[in-house]
C-alpha cells in the first residue's frame, strides 16, 4: 500500500492568495483526519471526517478554512485568503473504522508558506 | 477539559543510555493513551497504545504503563540507539471516542 498521500508537498504563496491542499487516504479507511503542526502551538487537530461526513470541525481555526471529502479516497484542505499566520505543516491522516482511538497513519505532510 | 502534557525538550543522549519522556493526562472516565514518534521529515507514526488502566504497551523495545491512579503514560527505553532519534508525541481519546488530544512533543537526539 502507498500510504496516505499528500500533495503537494511544499507550497509557497503570498497573503490573500488561496491555498488548497490534497490528501488521499489509505484505500479502506473510512476516518480521515486533518492536523496543523506549528512549533507554537504544536499538533491541532483541525477536522476528521467519517464516512466522508464531517465529524468535528471544531479545530478549524476560522471561516477562511474549509475542508470537503467528496468520496472515499480525496479530501482537500482549502485556505482563502491565506495569511502568514497560516504557515506550518499540515498533515493528513486516515485509519479503519469509526472511533478516532483507532491507529491513525499519518501523510508525509505539506509544508505550507505564506509570504 | 482533556489535555496531554509531556515533558519538554530537547533530549540528548549518548546511545545505550536509559531514557524517560513523561506524558501526564487530564481526562474524565477512562481515555485511551498512545505514544507516536516523528522521525525528521516524515510523518507521526503510532509507536505503542494502551487503552484501559494498568495496560502496559511495547514496541520496538520501547514501553510505557497506562497509571490511572497518577494520571500518567511515560515512555521508557532501556538502551536507546541513534536510530530513535525522533519527536515523540504523547496522546490521548477520550472515553467516548469523540476527541483526540496530541501533546507538545519531546524531541530525542541520541549522540553515538
Known amino acids: 500500500d502507498a500510504g496516505v498521500i499528500q500533495s503537494p508537498r511544499h507550497e509557497v504563496t503570498e497573503m490573500g492568495q488561496e491555498v488548497t491542499l490534497r490528501c488521499k487516504p489509505i484505500s479502506g479507511h473510512n476516518s480521515l483526519f486533518w492536523y496543523r503542526q506549528t512549533m507554537m502551538r504544536g499538533l491541532e487537530l483541525l477536522i476528521y471526517?467519517?464516512?466522508?461526513?464531517?465529524?468535528?470541525d471544531s479545530g478549524m481555526p476560522e471561516d477562511r478554512f474549509s475542508a470537503k471529502m467528496p468520496n472515499a479516497s480525496f479530501s482537500t484542505l482549502k485556505i482563502q485568503p491565506s495569511e502568514p499566520r497560516d504557515s506550518a505543516v499540515y498533515f493528513c491522516a486516515s485509519s479503519r473504522g469509526h472511533a478516532i482511538r483507532n491507529e491513525q497513519f499519518f501523510g508525509p505532510g505539506t509544508r505550507l508558506t505564506v509570504l | 477539559g482533556n489535555s496531554v502534557t509531556q515533558m519538554e525538550g530537547p533530549v540528548t543522549l549518548s546511545e545505550e543510555a536509559f531514557l524517560t519522556i513523561n506524558c501526564t493526562y487530564t481526562?474524565?472516565?477512562?481515555?485511551?493513551l498512545f505514544w507516536y514518534v516523528q522521525y525528521p521529515g516524515e510523518g507521526l507514526q503510532l509507536l505503542l497504545k494502551?487503552?484501559?488502566?494498568?495496560d502496559k504497551g511495547s514496541n520496538k523495545g520501547f514501553e510505557a504503563t497506562y497509571r490511572k491512579e497518577t494520571t500518567s503514560f511515560h515512555l521508557e527505553k532501556g538502551s536507546v540507539q541513534v536510530s530513535d532519534s525522533a519527536v515523540y508525541f504523547c496522546?490521548?481519546?477520550?472515553?467516548?471516542?469523540?476527541?483526540?488530544?496530541f501533546g507538545t512533543g519531546t524531541s530525542l537526539t541520541v549522540i553515538p
Open positions: 494502551a487503552t484501559k488502566a494498568d
Open positions: 471526517f467519517n464516512n466522508n461526513v464531517p465529524i468535528d
Open positions: 481526562a474524565t472516565g477512562y481515555p485511551s
Open positions: 496522546a490521548l481519546s477520550d472515553q467516548e471516542g469523540n476527541q483526540f488530544y
